[in-house]
């Protein structure tokens, strides 16, 4: 019966893939084009699939769940067997425990606080005894249960399982142990099972199995033994003959046996998932095997010989994400002629071409960790993903509030900071060397808004056809020396603003001690500062051996948080910047401000003036304005760089709102902190325009205080 149901579901499923297949030649579309269903109507790729109608039929929207291989059966077969109670509404059963529940010849007895297995009668068929405190299953507890078809024990304390636990039931289908804490199989505890199709022991803590703990189990053909401690696959195919399924993910396999292949020969799924495979032998799958769902991914595979897939001719589903491939042969996958469903994401695919995917005719769901990559795959319909959340198909910024704003931010960027080089120049001040720190700084905030105009003009440049120049984008000299800049804007502002607020602290914190830096030392710092802003901007450009492609992780060139196959090199350099020197000048402008208003606040406390208190007000707004900004320009950078470290994913689209939003905010606000909002700067203002017979007769205005240049 259920032999006849898998092949019945397989059918529906091959034959449903071929009928798509052929209805999409039906209709002539270009490459990279697909029909509109019957209608005359192409759509490209990028419009498949990606949650709008755009076919009056709404044929690109059809059709998009990737049902390859075995999903589309195990749901439903979990579904209607394992999940479904029984229709009958009346209990048939004339004992049970009083804590449970019974509906036709099903006993529930979920979550009841049972501490081992209570009487039923006999003639029971499901019995429920998972998420309980059950510990130990002694000799013939099951035996007068004969009848009994599925029997569910997860998520109890099962550490012991006599051999003969479940001597006496011929007639059991399914049994699930998983979540328990059994460590071993005893010989022989499945001899009675010659029924069972279903044994499920997932996060145990099983070592190590031998061929004697299967025997009898003649009609096993799923086996799920994942989450446990195998460091191996056993090969249980040698006494089940009927097996199907083996899911053994999550274990400590470090290898693949051919002759434990070759045993299985009525193998279709093979899950192997989050283990520690590092090598696939060339002739592992050389001889032809009946395989339609193989999954390999999340393992620590570098390379695959070429004819790795030679004999997986009936292969509907492989996946191979997350492992350390960065290069596959050009006809990797030319033996997979069957195949609907290929995932590759969270891989770097070096060497990538068109040309790799060419023979897979029947290939309809394809699945990158880029998704420039998606150009290079023009026949399959379902490209995932769609945009990496900075850029998508069609633009190198996805969001039109993004498109917007990069040129809005720009604007206000370059005009504030050009606004004040220019009225610094033209009045003239006593502090001569603070004003050309505050130059140096506004020319540094002004880099930023030329690396956003660069962004945007690119942008611009691209829109509607982004991801047929992405990739060529990202590797560009263009994009290195645009990253490279939004760096040395980056750096040199921060040292630069760490250093004014040093000068600061020194002046107010310590008055008496007649420190005031001179041209010769104020240009020098400030030479020294720009020296090592550029040297820290362009190291990652002249070693791409170490670095790799520093700059060109995304379409905004910027190098904000680290993936899972960058070099150490390279993660370790970006983690001292942003972790190290700007965390460390984060704490010290924190710290200084402090110190300053600290040393305000006493030295007023002494003075009998009134005025001190409201002076001591406006001075507090300022330092909090200050360090206020700071923070919200770099907390979130040192949690976004913290969390990339940690391996935790981070949306694209949340890069590109710190990039375009929260990046620029120093840099923006630096000339209305550090300039027009300061008294000495208004007053000199004012002045000027007056002389220029701007403005009208004013009052003489009082002498910038202490703190007139903070």
Same mark, same amino acid.
């Given at each position: ?126 019995? *429920? ?239 990158? *960790? ?57 009045? *003239? ?282």
């Amino acid at each position: 019966m259920t032999s006849f149901l898998i092949s019945f579901l397989l059918l529906i499923t091959t034959a449903g893939c071929n009928v798509i297949h052929t209805e999409d030649q039906t209709t002539f579309c270009p490459a990279g084009y697909f029909p509109c269903g019957n209608l005359s109507v192409c759509l490209p790729q990028p419009l498949q699939c990606n949650g709008i109608k755009e076919c009056e039929n709404g044929a690109d929207e059809g059709d998009c769940d990737d049902l390859s291989g075995w999903p589309l059966i195990m749901d439903w077969y979990v579904t209607q067997i394992i999940l479904q109670d029984d229709e009958l509404e009346n209990c048939s059963l004339r004992m049970y425990p009083g804590r449970c529940l019974c509906q036709g010849w099903t006993v529930n007895c979920e979550d009841a606080g049972l501490l081992t297995v209570p009487w039923f009668s006999s003639n029971v068929l499901v019995l *429920k005894l998972n998420y309980n405190n059950i510990t130990t299953l002694t000799d013939e507890m099951f035996i007068r249960y004969r009848e009994l078809d599925v029997l569910m024990l997860q998520f109890n304390s099962i550490s012991s399982i006599s051999s003969k636990a479940f001597t006496g039931l011929f007639n059991l289908t399914k049994l699930l142990l998983s979540h328990n804490q059994i460590t071993v199989l005893e010989p022989g505890m499945f001899q009675d099972l010659h029924q069972l199709e279903w044994l499920i022991l997932d996060n145990n803590m099983i070592r190590s199995v031998t061929l004697k703990s299967f025997v009898g189990l003649k009609s096993l053909f799923f086996l799920y033994m994942t989450n446990n401690s195998l460091d191996h696959i056993p090969k249980v195919c040698a006494v089940l003959p009927n097996l199907s399924w083996l899911d053994l993910e999550g274990n400590h396999i470090a290898s693949i046996d051919k002759t434990t292949l070759q045993i299985c020969r009525s193998m279709t799924v093979l899950i192997l998932r989050n283990n520690e495979i590092r090598h696939v032998n060339e002739d592992l799958f050389s001889e032809p095997t009946w395989i339609i769902d193989l999954d390999l991914s999340s393992n620590l595979i570098k390379e695959l010989p070429p004819s790795t897939f030679r004999g997986l001719k009936y292969l509907q589903q492989m996946n191979l994400s997350n492992n350390p491939i960065n290069y596959f042969h050009v006809d990797q996958f030319d033996d997979l002629i069957s195949l609907r469903s290929l995932a590759l994401d969270g891989i770097n695919i070096l060497n990538i071409e068109t040309r790799m995917f060419m023979k897979l005719e029947k290939l309809s769901y394809i699945y990158f *960790k880029k998704f420039e990559y998606c150009k290079y795959s023009p026949h399959v319909r379902s490209c995932k993903p769609n945009t990496d959340g900075i850029s998508s198909f069609e633009n190198l910024l996805a969001s039109t509030i993004l498109r917007i704003f990069v040129w809005f931010v720009a604007f206000v960027i370059c005009f504030g900071n050009l606004f004040v080089i220019c009225m610094r120049s033209f009045i *003239k001040t006593e502090n001569r060397m603070h004003t050309l720190s505050i130059k140096s700084l506004c020319c540094a905030d002004c880099l930023m808004g030329v690396y956003l105009f660069l962004i945007g003009a690119f942008d611009v440049k691209y829109r509607g056809e982004y991801n047929r120049h992405a990739q060529q984008w990202m590797e560009s000299t263009k994009c290195q020396l645009i990253g490279a800049l939004a760096l040395l804007s980056t750096e040199v502002s921060v040292m630069l603003l760490t250093y004014m607020t040093l000068e600061k602290y020194m002046c107010i914190v310590f008055p008496f001690n007649h420190y005031r830096p001179g041209k010769r030392q104020t240009l020098s710092t400030l030479i020294f500062i720009w020296v090592t802003g550029f040297i820290m901007a362009v190291i990652p450009l002249w070693n791409t051996s170490l670095f790799g492609n520093y700059y060109g992780k995304n379409g905004v060139c910027f190098p904000l948080y680290s993936d899972q196959f960058e070099s150490l090199g390279a993660r370790g350099y970006s983690t001292g910047i942003f972790l190290g020197l700007n965390l460390l000048a984060f704490i010290i402008i924190v710290f200084s401000y402090t110190s300053m208003f600290y040393s305000i606040h006493k030295t007023g406390a002494q003075s009998a003036e009134r005025s001190l208190f409201s002076r001591e007000v406006a001075i507090a707004k300022r330092f909090f304005f200050i360090v206020f900004t700071d923070f919200l320009c770099w907390i979130p950078i040192f949690l976004l760089k913290l969390l990339s470290l940690l391996r935790v994913e981070i949306p694209g689209n949340v890069t590109s709102w710190v990039v375009i939003f929260i990046l620029p905010i120093n840099s923006a606000l630096n000339p209305i902190l550090y300039t027009i909002t300061t008294a000495s700067f208004q007053e000199k203002l004012k002045q000027c325009l007056q002389s220029q017979d701007f403005l009208g007769p004013t009052k003489s205005l009082t002498s910038s205080t202490q703190t007139s240049n903070v």
